[in-house]
């Protein structure tokens, strides 16, 4: 799951009598609601997608690695180039791009195909949604911009539940014979009228003295994760190969050469990629990890769920959304419940406790999955997800907020954008360690009998490490502020505040 909140600017007031702001406002929402699906559909349609297309397990990785990584990677220069170039007119090449990428990835004859089409859907992502909340500031007065943000929390939390369910029904459904396609299909009508509608109803805005792009800055992030995401997909596909260990290494070597051109070109023009200052502040420094470390658990986890119950259990791509709902529903009642009334009376502990309750909710689950393996039940499982989903719920809604509550105010926009960036930064990361933690433990080659207790293993093996990510999660807390509520107010005024270098927006007619 993630925010879009990387708009970062003061916009003049819109005229309050102007009816086109609540088309805008339900075609950017709609925009989001695609990419938030997006996510979590394809993940339940895995094993229908390797058993069809006989792709391998690393490419089974990458189709959902590749669109977290092309997300990732493109997000913060998506956020610049709306500043320059306008939102609305990069919001309907994304949305457009993203559309073609649906057909591509539906269309797609191979799984090598199928992974390049991802890869360009997520590129599209990373162009369509920094634009949506900076659309929501150009087009809303002040005064109704909190109705429209709880509009938004509305359609993150419908997007958590609906996935895995829409994902399953047009999965089992094989309409027209098309199997597992119609996932990617059905954001082929959808696209194509928002860009319809976009093009008449949203209103242009830019900022006239935007940050410049820093096109190495983005190729230097890209081939970092490349180089170490890689060879950990394929490495045990290769009997991991000496060349595997030097790119991750030189991963590092990459990483490194990074933070020095950002210094170099922070001192020159004042226009980084990333603020490298911001690392400075604890609070941010320590809830970047939390980010990063949480999308390293949540990529591990979900990916290798979803494995085991389908190919493992062998259950219907229905059975396995169906008993993902209890998660979602708890992820949301948690959600909001530890941002209007935990955090503002415990603060940091309502996250610290979150991440104690999520690893107690994948202890029980991997407990409940020995005792019972093969036979186990739907019902059986309600228990730990509930837990799991309490505890993610209690750390996902307020972790921003407490990420951004001691960063300066001119640096608000680079530091929402850089939060994006390092979640799906760690989620592609996860996803490329399910083959070390997940398919490291099961053999190559296994008789048709032997494919379920393998899996339940892996599953089991894999629950360990992310139990182990959330203890870290757990220290790495200590060093958010104690009481993130009380800058809730000024997190707020920030998302909206000027990032250094800018002038006010203007709307353009």
């Known amino acids: 799951m993630h925010s879009t909140d990387i708009a970062h600017a003061r916009t003049p007031e819109p005229a309050p009598g102007d009816r086109r702001r609540w088309f805008a406002l339900a075609i950017v929402m709609t925009a989001a609601f695609m990419d938030l699906v997006d996510v979590t559909i394809v993940n339940i349609a895995v094993p229908s997608i390797q058993r ?3 792709a391998t397990f690393s490419q089974i990785q990458w189709i959902t690695a590749g669109y977290a990584l092309a997300f990732a990677a493109g997000l913060v220069t998506g956020g610049r180039l709306g500043d320059i170039h306008g939102r609305k007119r990069v919001f309907l090449v994304g949305i457009g791009g993203f559309t073609v990428a649906s057909a591509l990835c539906g269309l797609a004859v191979n799984p090598e195909m199928l992974v390049a089409s991802r890869i360009l ?30 509009l938004f929390g509305a359609i993150v939390g419908l997007g958590a539940v609906s996935g895995p369910l829409l994902g399953a029904l047009l999965t089992e459904g094989n309409l027209f014979g098309l199997e597992w396609r119609p996932i990617f299909l059905i954001n082929l009508p959808v696209g194509v009228a928002a860009l319809v509608l976009g093009s008449r109803f949203i209103t242009e805005s830019k900022a006239p003295r935007a940050l410049k792009l820093d096109l190495p800055g983005v190729a230097l992030v890209t081939l970092a994760l490349l180089m170490l995401l890689y060879p950990l997909t394929r490495g045990r596909e290769l009997g991991w190969p000496v060349w595997g260990y030097v790119s991750m290494a030189g991963a590092l070597v990459v990483f490194a050469a990074l933070v020095a051109y950002e210094r170099a ?22 809830g970047i ?86 036979g186990i039940t739907s019902w059986q499982m309600a228990l730990p997800l509930v837990v799991m989903g309490a505890g993610m719920g209690l750390i996902v809604a307020p972790l921003t907020d407490a990420v951004l509550s001691e960063v300066p105010r001119e640096h608000a926009g680079s530091a929402s954008g850089l939060i994006n960036t390092v979640q799906q930064m760690g989620h592609a990361l996860g996803l490329g360690l399910v083959s070390v933690v997940f398919f490291g433990v099961i053999d190559e080659r296994l008789a048709p009998a032997e494919v379920g207790p393998a899996f339940v293993d892996g599953f089991t093996h894999a629950l360990g490490w992310v139990a182990a990510v959330l203890g870290a999660i757990f220290l790495l807390m200590f060093a958010l502020p104690k009481r993130p509520a009380q800058h809730v107010e000024g997190a707020a005024d920030a998302e909206v505040a000027p990032v250094a270098g800018e002038k006010e927006p203007e709307l353009v007619p």
């Not at 949604?129 to 087009?139: C, D, E, G, M, R």
């Not at 070109?265 to 420094?285: Q, T």
């Not at 909001?336 to 991440?355: D, E, N």
């Open 121 to 150: 859907q997520g590129a599209m992502a990373a162009l369509m949604v920094p634009q949506v909340l900076s659309i929501v500031h150009a087009t809303f007065p002040a005064h109704e911009r909190g109705k429209v943000f709880g």
């Open 52 to 54: 069809d297309e006989g």
């Open 265 to 286: 070109k922070g001192a020159r023009d004042g226009s980084p990629l990333i603020e490298l200052s911001l690392f400075r502040v604890k609070s941010f420094a320590a």
């Open 289 to 374: 990890a939390v980010q990063t470390v949480f999308g390293v658990g949540l990529g591990v986890f979900f990916l290798v769920w979803t494995l085991y119950m389908q190919i493992g259990l062998g259950w219907s791509a229905l059975r396995a959304g169906l008993t993902g709902v209890p998660f979602s529903v708890a992820v949301s009642v948690a959600a909001g419940m530890s941002v209007q009334q935990l955090v503002p009376r415990f603060g940091r502990k309502v996250l610290q406790a979150g991440a104690l309750v999520m690893a107690a909710g994948v202890l029980i689950y991997l407990a409940e999955a020995e005792r019972y393996g093969l």
